[in-house]
């Protein structure tokens, strides 16, 4: 497993290529987004510890799971230091284990696009938010470094208005698993990227 202390920048492209497990599948990582807490104006963290923020402030290794469009179970792993809310955001992913579970998930969508997108990789891997909070290593949800990935790309964060041009999305070029980009429509024209 890579040094969970490190930042939220730092750590995000060493997960490419890990492999994580939980719920009978296995999904090797090809997309991530780095958040990098309380300074990141676009990170759940910057409004400060709240019901549902609690897990974000907690050690590194520690899953915190949202729900997004009140739909979709999207899963981050904590990194940095207690405390600090700096995650990274599990965007997509390659399912190399427990290829028929993922299929029931997630019935009629082509293999290559299981977990493609961050709610879609939660859909895979069966969370939901009483997952929000449970520790890597620990009850079945493990991370493990994996094969390395081809050549790593960056660029902005998905689908985030404010700080949206930090080039904190990390990906896998060329690899189909990885979601399209899209930019937030709620972006102010000339509004600064703080």
Same mark, same amino acid.
């Given at each position: ?9 730092? =750590?995000?492209?060493?997960? =490419?290529?890990?492999?994580? @497990? ?12 780095? /958040? +990098? ?12 510890q709240r019901p549902h923020t609690v897990d974000l402030f907690g050690p590194p290794g520690t899953l915190y799971c949202y729900? *997004? &469009?009140?739909?979709? @179970?999207?899963?981050? #792993? ?7 809310? +700096?995650? #990274? ?11 028929? =579970?993922?299929r029931q998930r997630r019935p009629g969508v082509p293999d290559v696009a299981l977990a493609r997108g961050p709610g879609n ?10 997952? *929000?909070?449970? @520790? ?17 790309? @960056?660029?902005?964060? %998905?689908?985030? *208005?404010?700080? &949206? ?6 990906? #896998?070029?060329?690899?189909?698993? %990885? +979601?399209? /980009?899209?930019? +937030?429509?709620?972006? #102010? ?6």
């Open positions: 497993m890579p040094d969970l202390t490190l930042s939220s920048v730092e =750590l995000a492209p060493l997960l =490419l290529g890990a492999l994580l @497990t939980d719920h009978g599948v296995t999904i090797q990582l090809t997309e991530v987004e780095a /958040y +990098s807490g309380a300074d990141d104006p676009a990170a759940h963290a910057f409004r400060g729900r *997004s &469009h009140g739909l979709h @179970t999207c899963g981050n #792993v904590v990194c940095g230091t207690t405390g600090g809310g +700096s995650a #990274v955001l599990l965007r997509a992913g390659r399912v190399v284990a427990g290829l028929e =579970l993922a990789l939660g859909r895979a891997l069966a969370w939901t938010l009483a997952d *929000s909070g449970r @520790t890597l290593g620990s009850e079945g949800l493990d991370l493990v470094a994996g094969p390395a990935p081809g050549r790593v790309l @960056t660029g902005p964060r %998905v689908g985030v *208005s404010v700080a &949206h041009v930090r080039p904190w999305r990390f990906w #896998v070029e060329g690899d189909p698993t %990885v +979601s399209a /980009y899209r930019r +937030s429509p709620r972006i #102010v024209p000339g509004r600064s990227d703080w």
